[in-house]
């Protein structure tokens, strides 16, 4: 029995103008062009192989170590482009291994939390379709292929790319021209970095699909948010990272998050996805903010009350002499820094922070946190040798 097998890796990104409403919800097409970071795949990635063999009964997915359906509408629409795809290579050149009709087994692993609001469904979706496109060796671009990640996830298209990412909406009914393109790789601006503060949640208020469909067909705020807020902000952002206009970009970012979780107040029954933690964050930003006369950081939130904070290496001691002191109870901080280091964050605050503040910081903010993941833009799907299917049987190690 011949098996082929294909891996990578892909990250998460963490979008800086939001993806929020569809415009055709079967091809996933957006009401709205939406820009991201990708992040380092050292804290947040998935990996994925795939395997194909003549002899494979049936399609299977084993997600974390456990076998899961492969049967949602979404994957199904993915797996069947790639075939579609793949046919095309196979009708060109007939020595080709008939993979298009044979079944596949697709292995996966997060290595951070699956559904908390941490974008694995954007890192998953965009593994799987860059895995199965190498296994059958296909010729399509990442944005062609992007297109495909779309369907299963939409944000997942954005994970094809490193750096800074847009994921252009298109007018085409057929979404053929609704893909992700790069707006500059991680070397432009490497200096950008995230601080995510992982808030105590239970499931989410709403999943995003069906929060979109509501806030869509009830929200009059929503059309001013496509129409007008949106467009016009998304060339700002654009040039903001083109020229590393950090305050321009922050502020943007804070006021796109704001403008997002508005339409879902706006939405009828109202959406909740932040809660009284991440309030307190956005305050603490602007406090921050405004202590030093200068923007440093910026705040965005998904859909759930996780904060993501972006700012530059060259402010970290700034912004974590509050954050630090702050949040220093939560875990997180230590793999990334030494206790000399985090000796710094703490006497930066005693000596220019602490004696010109004007009010006391809420010293219970902690406890709504679970923890910090200290992290960085970073590159797109990676190739890689780790595998997680044992290719003499066909199934996972
Ligand atoms: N590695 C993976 N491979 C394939 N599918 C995955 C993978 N990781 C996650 N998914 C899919 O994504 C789903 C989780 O998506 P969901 O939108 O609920 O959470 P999330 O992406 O972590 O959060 P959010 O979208 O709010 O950031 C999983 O139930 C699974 O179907
Ligand atoms: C708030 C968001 O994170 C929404 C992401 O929505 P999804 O991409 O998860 O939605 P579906 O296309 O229905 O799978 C904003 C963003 O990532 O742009």
Known sequence: MSVYVASTTAPVNIATLKYWGKRDKNLNLPTNSSI?????????????????????PEDKLWLNGKEESLQSERTQHCLQD???????????DPSLPRFSQWKLRIVSENNFPTAAGLASSAAGFAALVVAIAKLYQLPQSYSDISKIARKGSGSACRSLFGGYVAWEMGSNPDGSDSKAVEIAPMEHWPQMKAAVLVACADKKDTPSTSGMQQTVATSDLFQERINVVVPKR???????????????FAELTMKDSNSFHATCLDSFPPIFYMNDTSRKIVKLCHFINAFYGET???YTYDAGPNAVLYYLQENEEKLFAFIYKVFQNNQGWDSKFSAKELAKFSEYFSTNVEPKLTTVLDDELHKGVTRVILTQV??????????LIDPSTGLPK
């Open 82 to 92: 790639l075939r579609d795809l793949r046919k095309q290579l196979e009708a060109a």
């Open 234 to 248: 998304f060339e700002e952002m654009k040039q903001a990272i083109l020229n590393k206009d950090f305050a321009l």
């Open 36 to 56: 991201s970071v990708t992040l380092a795949q050292q804290d947040l990635r998935t990996l994925t192989s795939v395997a194909t063999s003549e002899s494979f």
């Open 378 to 387: 970073g590159p797109g799907p990676q190739n890689t040798t780790d595998s």
């Open 296 to 298: 440093i950081v910026a």
